[in-house]
């Protein structure tokens, strides 16, 4: 069964840091465009999406297979997102599996950073695409 990793930030193929794009290109394989229910919100030059129960409120992004065990992925991501053990609590994004809506209309479940604290100070992004900004 084929694991999966939505990014909708800093980890978008035309976003990436240079550190990072190895990584991505060696555990995961591109999967095409897709989406999640949920709200996307400005940070500080970064954004942070929380997840939503109405699939009109869509976070716009990217989904990935991973074709390499996850564990050494995710070691290397949870430390980029500050969530892992080394990092203080509570973490400012927490990795979860959620429902992934596909451009081709599939739905899969994949693991997604959502942000983790309160955003009521912080700007909402309305497009739900961080990109398009």
């Keep these: 069964m084929s694991e999966y990793?939505?990014?909708?930030?800093?980890?978008?193929?035309?976003?990436?840091p240079k550190n990072l794009q190895v990584v991505m290109t060696t555990y995961c394989q591109f999967a095409g465009e897709a989406w999640v229910a949920g709200q996307l919100?400005?940070?500080?030059?970064?954004?942070?999406?929380?997840?939503?129960t109405n699939n009109d409120l869509r976070v716009q992004g990217e989904l990935y297979q991973i074709i390499l065990p996850s564990l050494n992925l995710f070691t290397i991501l949870d430390r980029y997102e500050e969530?892992?053990?080394?990092?203080?609590?509570?973490?400012?994004?927490?990795?979860c599996q959620t429902t992934v809506h596909?451009?081709?209309?599939?739905?899969?479940?994949?693991?997604?950073?959502?942000y983790n604290r309160q955003t009521t100070s912080l700007k909402m992004i309305h497009s739900g695409d961080y990109c398009s900004l």
């Design 5 to 16: 990793l939505f990014v909708y930030g800093s980890l978008r193929r035309q976003m990436i």
């Design 102 to 114: 596909c451009a081709s209309g599939e739905v899969l479940t994949a693991w997604i950073y959502w």
């Design 41 to 52: 919100y400005e940070i500080a030059g970064y954004p942070g999406a929380i997840p939503s």
């Design 83 to 95: 969530c892992s053990a080394e990092f203080l609590m509570p973490h400012e994004y927490s990795r």
